[in-house]
């Protein structure tokens, strides 16, 4: 039997960094009133505090005209659409507009264009008058809260040119927001699986032609991640194979010692991209599992991490064409009806966690199993997950003794048909489409199972699930 201690002389401020936020597929999509209904519901029922997107500066949003003059006004609406629902803005700088193309390549539904500018000058010209347009817009205080990033992976195919190339658009574009405002959040290089970050920190070092301000050249490091082997597919249907979860925390272990190294400790890091698989129509995005995946990784990107950015909050999404299958391997936390998947409910048991993080001591753990615990004032909570690793002999459950609490106590479990939908909807036949007397099932499916507890009793923790346990320590013997 798995045994956990709780260490309640042992507090350490809590790193609640999966609540920074999450992506959506691309701005034009910003405009749409379901999607922002689902952006308002993260916000406030998993505290998400960011939003990030491609495409902010593609043809969709109409920064360059035919005349070749600019206009930010699509891209002002959009970032005002965000501020209504209570959010921020993490901007991403591209893709590259037709106008300014120096090769016609593109991946993604939505056109994203890889290419570098036909004319560097033009395209710092235009970030710096999108950031002056910015400022007349919102102010600088504002501003001051939100966070500026260049390009998407430009290590695979969102970038056709050289990683020269893209240090050279890094620094012309750094300087292009900072001679508005030196203290804007500025970052990169949102490589894929970590990619660069030691090539990027040497370029940081250096002098460079493209940047004559004495501000810094770097806020944050962004990169991305996910457990396969695949980086990213453009398609909707391939080969992607699954790796074991622990790939996570060891990429981003890797990073915070080249940035503490560089930078010293503390310095942000920010995972803007993750999921349990970069395959955009994977099945185990919808699974029940997926929710042991988002807690597990959470938990073990604590000492890491300072920002989360899951991809993605909505299947409301376009990059390798919509899809509106109730369940359809789609990324997002939420269904394109709106039905919150197992992943949704592992980020709000996280999001429920505040005050102090309790030292947990686990014995006899089994792969996969873990626990993270909190407590805020008299409030205790102990988070517990069983993560299945693809391609590993795993046991259908484990049994978890609380060692040395007594007492009743609330736990919430996701479970298959309590909290997953997933498999609720498998066995409906899989329907394409919803009557309502499906989507009814499938609502209520999507509840997690509440039940009382007693702490000095084991707690049995399901494959591929997870559960939150909540007592008053008060009321604890």
Not at 122 to 134: G, P
Request: proline share 4%; hydrophobic share 40%; glycine share 6%.
């Amino acid at each position: 039997m798995m045994k956990v201690a709780l260490n309640f002389e042992s507090l350490t401020p809590l790193n609640d960094f999966w609540s920074f936020g999450g992506n959506t597929c691309h701005a034009a999509l910003w405009f749409r009133q379901d999607l922002q209904n689902q952006l308002k519901l993260v916000n406030r029922q998993l505290g998400f505090k960011y939003v990030r997107c491609h495409g902010i500066l593609n043809d969709d949003m109409e920064v360059i005209h035919a005349d070749g003059s600019f206009s930010f006004q699509r891209i002002i609406e959009s970032i005002q659409a965000i501020l209504d629902l209570g959010m921020k803005p993490f901007i991403e700088l591209s893709s590259m507009p037709t106008a300014l193309a120096s090769n016609d390549k593109s991946l993604t539904a939505y056109c994203f264009r890889s290419a570098p500018p036909n004319d560097w000058g033009r395209w710092h010209r235009m970030i710096h008058e999108m950031t002056l347009a910015l400022e007349a817009a919102f102010g600088l205080e504002e501003m001051r809260q939100w966070y500026f990033e260049v390009w998407n992976e430009p290590d695979i195919g969102f970038w056709s040119g050289t990683q020269a190339e893209y240090f050279k658009l890094y620094d012309l574009s750094a300087q292009a927001v900072k001679a508005v405002d030196p203290q804007l959040k500025f970052g990169g290089p949102a490589t894929a699986r970590t990619n660069w970050i030691d090539e990027f920190l040497e370029h940081l070092s250096k002098d460079s032609p493209d940047y004559t301000l004495s501000a810094s050249r770097c806020d944050f490091i962004s990169t991305h991640a996910y457990p396969s082997d695949l980086e990213f597919l453009d398609a909707a249907h391939g080969e992607v194979n699954l790796m074991h979860s622990n790939i996570m925390a060891e990429l981003f272990a890797a990073v915070r010692t080249q940035v503490d190294a560089f930078f010293g400790e503390g310095f942000p890091i920010i995972i803007g991209e993750w999921n349990s698989s970069a395959g955009p129509l994977s099945e185990n995005h919808d699974t029940c599992n997926n929710a042991a995946f988002i807690c597990k990784t959470m938990v073990e990107l604590m000492p890491y991490c300072q920002g989360s950015l899951v991809w993605n909050i909505s299947d409301i999404y376009e990059e390798c064409g919509f899809h509106y299958e109730p369940f359809h391997g789609g990324y997002g936390l939420l269904t394109v009806n709106d039905l919150p998947k197992a992943c949704f409910h592992g980020f709000r048991l996280l999001a429920e966690h505040s005050g102090a993080q309790i030292e947990v001591d686990v014995s006899d753990c089994q792969d996969g199993v873990g626990a993270m615990a909190s407590c805020d004032g008299d409030q205790v909570r102990i988070l517990l997950y069983f993560h299945e690793e693809p391609g590993v002999e795993m046991a259908d459950f484990v049994e978890v003794n609380l060692t040395d609490q007594q007492g009743e106590a609330t736990m919430e479990s996701v479970l298959p048909g309590a909290g997953s939908a997933y498999e609720t909807w498998l066995e409906q036949g899989s329907p394409a489409y919803l009557n309502r007397e499906i989507f009814d099932t499938l609502e209520q499916a999507s509840k997690p199972k509440v039940e009382s507890v007693d702490l000095s009793q084991p707690i049995r923790i399901e494959r591929g699930s997870v559960v939150q346990i909540r007592w008053v320590r008060s009321s604890v013997v």
